[in-house]
């Protein structure tokens, strides 16, 4: 081990534990032991697979923390008390993550972990004592590595990497086992592959986007040759905004599927949404939007239920109201009881100079959806 001591700064990592557990592991340190454990670890390469620093936070009997975390993420997985004993010192137990997305460990293998991190990872120990403890490191370690083939072609973004588990029909000696393997890797989802997968994996391949923490964030089903359904992990399975074109890349891909295109248009005015939301949060948005954004609010995504960045979108608009109604007091009145009667096609026309009188059309609309006289679901064309 280095002789320069790890700090805080020393890593990119996070300070806390997001779901912290109490775990039970005792181990008794004599001073040199200590010692060495106050200098910590810092990565060396994109190998190293641990972070490690103490914080010589003084509570009570408590000398201090010992901090892991993982090194590729930064996250936090494990805190470790350390209490002065008399002449020496001791590890009373240990706080782990629970938060099932950043760490998946039963408490047990987190002991086991914990007991050859500190042991032969830091002080350097060789005994076969530490045989088992090892064992459940290597689980750990290879267990990212045994998911099927990783799409590699796929443009990520440097998020992470799409993982695929191969059907029972191009796959059928190792159905049972892709099965066990789908269902680990996204058991702390709202995918209800965690109770399915045996099924989803019947009617097709399954792809999976893991973020650089190994967490499930994108998912895609494939019936047969189809993209059968895209799923992200907020509400209503909707994707959040910064996997949004990882999802896009991946579609595009695969645009000789069946399904990839319609899939892909629905992520695409997902992106819409949140880039109307931005104009109209920082002050750029301006009357010539107008047709666009009705354009957009007419049309409707592929999500589960209530789309959550359509939502946020309808919300923001509202703030536009005293800087917009009063701009269409020059629409003329014959207009407005023109629309008021019928529903017409979408037709983009400019607000100051409009060509024809069907350019009016997405302002009309758009004063009535600012005074609450349609909704959103209005909108939407019948086809």
Request: net charge neutral; with cysteine; hydrophobic share 35%.
């Amino acid at each position: 081990m280095s002789d320069i001591k790890a700090n805080a700064n020393s890593w990119n990592a996070k300070s806390t534990l997001f779901k912290p557990q109490k775990i039970v592991f005792e181990q008794t340190l004599t001073v040199d032991e200590f010692s060495t454990l106050e200098k910590g670890y810092i990565p060396k390469s994109d190998s190293d697979k641990w972070f490690v620093y103490f914080d010589d936070m003084i509570m009570d009997e408590v000398v201090g923390m010992l901090k892991f975390f993982r090194a590729h993420n930064g996250r936090m997985v494990y805190l470790v008390p350390i209490e002065k004993s008399g002449g020496d010192y001791k590890i009373p137990f240990l706080f782990a993550e629970r938060y099932i997305r950043y760490w998946k460990n039963t408490n047990e293998s987190d002991a086991q972990i914990i007991c050859y991190l500190i042991n032969c990872f830091l002080l350097g120990k060789k005994d076969a004592a530490y045989d088992d403890c090892f064992k459940a490191l290597e689980i750990l370690e290879e267990q990212s590595k045994e998911w099927c083939e990783v799409a590699d072609s796929v443009n990520t973004h440097g998020k992470g990497k799409w993982v695929k588990f191969n059907s029972k029909t191009s796959d059928p000696q190792n159905f049972q086992d892709n099965v066990e393997k789908l269902k680990a890797l996204v058991s702390g989802t709202p995918w209800c592959t965690k109770q399915l997968a045996d099924l989803h994996l019947t009617e097709g391949d399954f792809y999976i986007f893991i973020d650089n923490g190994s967490n499930p964030q994108v998912a895609v089903k494939f019936d047969n040759n189809k993209v059968g359904q895209v799923r992200g992990i907020l509400p209503y399975q909707q994707i959040e905004t910064e996997y949004l074109r990882i999802a896009d890349s991946f579609l595009v891909s695969n645009y000789e599927k069946a399904g990839a295109r319609d899939w892909e248009a629905s992520v695409k005015l997902n992106e819409s949404y949140i880039s109307y939301n931005k104009m109209i949060l920082n002050g750029t948005f301006k009357p010539s939007n107008i047709p666009s954004l009705m354009g957009v609010l007419a049309k409707s995504t592929k999500d589960y239920g209530k789309n959550a960045h359509k939502a946020e979108l309808l919300k923001n608009i509202q703030t536009l109201k005293q800087k917009f109604l009063q701009r269409f007091k020059k629409v003329p009145e014959d207009y407005i009881e023109y629309f008021s009667k019928t529903q017409t096609g979408w037709y983009e026309g400019s607000y100051e100079s409009p060509s024809n009188w069907w350019s009016y059309e997405p302002f009309i609309l758009f004063h009535k959806l600012l005074q609450g006289q349609i909704g959103a679901g209005s909108l939407i064309k019948k086809k």
